[in-house]
């Protein structure tokens, strides 16, 4: 029974393994086909990273450029901002659709697409459907920016997942950003009852800074530095408080993937090889 009385399961029944950006080892991230993939191997939540297009339309990209990922260079040329990037905000959706999706120099791929969040969450759902549980972990990209340049991107992303039923759903959506500011908007403004994760970066927590936090959020994404840096401290001190630890990002390394869960006792990771992680949590 999902936690918002839904009938639905929830995935979280053990440590988690969310996808990072789908099965991104395999396949051009933040596309459906890598999503897929990761759902098949076992995944228990999915992760887009979400920027929205000049018709303000959330889609799943992780840099708030394009040309990292795309050959926006070869299809626009000349569209680039004074910086030299091409800006997702700069484009509208069917020019962004027009793009290939091609993983950039890991992969290196032709034929898939960018999708809209909505498309996301609708494989998700149906997928949840077939093979069972099956959860999404968006991550909101660069709210200040967004918001400097008129777009509400907070707003979007809330109204879009109370319409699919995950804005209520603790157990089934973990909304992500580095921006707490963005993560008190969806509770406090928007009525967010999903898990709400703040990210980290730089420096561990203080003790006074992670009390901070466990008030506006229930879980941290530390990098895995971070919890190496406080020999696994910082995991224990999180929890103490309520928090849920879900570190990233994990690659290839099994090994290392086993030691945060057995010996770090993580609540869960951010991997782009769902099949290894899996494995080292089930070892
Ligand atoms: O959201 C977890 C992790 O993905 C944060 O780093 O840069 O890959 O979005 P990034
Ligand atoms: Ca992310």
Redesign the pocket.
């Known amino acids: 029974m999902g936690s918002d009385g839904s009938d639905r399961p929830s995935p979280w029944h053990k440590p988690l393994v969310?996808a990072?950006?789908g099965a991104s080892g395999y396949l051009p991230e933040h596309t459906l086909e890598s999503y897929a993939l990761a759902a098949g191997m076992g995944a228990d939540f999915l992760?887009p990273?979400v920027v929205l297009t000049r018709d303000h339309v959330p889609i799943c990209l992780?840099d708030v450029h394009l040309e990292r990922v795309t050959n926006v260079e070869r299809c626009f040329p000349g569209r680039s901002r004074e910086d030299g990037r091409f800006y997702a905000l700069d484009f509208a959706l069917d020019e962004v659709r027009s793009l290939s999706a091609t993983g950039g120099q890991r992969h290196g791929m032709h034929g898939f697409q960018i999708p809209t969040l909505e498309e996301m969450i609708s494989m998700t759902v149906h997928l949840e459907s077939k093979l069972g549980p099956l959860g999404i972990?968006p991550?909101i990209?660069s709210p200040s920016l967004h918001g400097e340049a008129g777009a509400p991107i907070v707003r979007i992303v809330a109204d879009l997942l109370k319409a699919s039923g995950h804005a209520t759903d603790p157990s089934r959506c973990i909304l992500?950003s580095?921006e707490p500011k963005a993560l008190v908007e969806l509770r406090q403004d928007h009525g967010v009852t999903a898990t709400l994760?703040e990210?980290l970066s730089g420096d561990p927590p203080s003790a006074a800074e992670l009390v901070a936090i466990a008030a506006r959020a229930d879980a941290i994404?530390p990098?895995k530095s971070m919890i190496e840096a406080t020999a696994g401290q910082l995991v224990k001190d999180a929890q103490a408080l309520g928090l849920v630890v879900i570190p990233?990002?994990f690659r290839e390394d099994e090994s290392e993937t086993r030691r945060y869960f057995r010996d770090y006792g993580v609540d869960g990771l951010?991997s782009d090889f769902t099949d290894v992680a899996v494995r080292a949590r089930d070892h």
């Open positions: 969310v990072h950006r992760e990273d992780h972990a991550e990209k992500q580095f994760l990210l994404g990098p990233y990002t951010f």
